[in-house]
């Protein structure tokens, strides 16, 4: 069975850091695009960051650009988002995703969220005092 398994959220102080993992199982993290989404109650995902599974290229929302990295590890078959200069407006749940690389999942200027096939159970991030 496919799937995801992420952790490292939690609650932080604005300006702090949080670095999200999501470990895949059940299949290659290389062969795909992968990607972070977050999404506030009631309202759809928001693109994140994203890597493209041919050409490597990284794709970040003007909201995080600076502040959020995105990285995966091949030997771990995980993908990371490191999260820095948090602010409370980063509060919400985090989703980690993988699709199809021959797709339009992921290219400088965007992220196709219909693209994404394998997708986390989410995880909370907190900015608060």
């Known amino acids: 069975q496919s799937k995801f398994e992420e952790s490292g959220g939690g609650l932080v102080q604005p300006g702090g850091s949080l670095r999200l993992s999501c470990e895949a199982s059940g299949f290659t993290l290389d062969y795909y695009t992968v990607g972070w989404f977050r999404r506030a109650p009631g309202k759809e995902h928001e693109p994140v960051s994203c890597?493209?599974?041919?050409?490597?290229?990284?794709y970040y929302a003007d909201s995080v650009k600076g502040r959020f990295t995105i990285s995966r590890d091949s030997a771990k078959n995980t993908l990371f988002l490191q999260m820095n200069s948090l602010k409370s407006e980063d509060t919400t749940v985090y989703f980690c995703?993988?699709?199809?690389?021959?797709?339009?999942?992921?290219?400088?200027?965007?992220?196709?969220?219909?693209?994404?096939?394998?997708w986390g159970q989410g995880i909370q991030v907190a900015v608060s005092e």
């Open positions: 890597i493209n599974g041919l050409d490597g290229s990284e």
């Open positions: 995703a993988a699709g199809n690389p021959y797709s339009v999942a992921c290219t400088t200027q965007r992220m196709g969220v219909m693209f994404y096939d394998y």
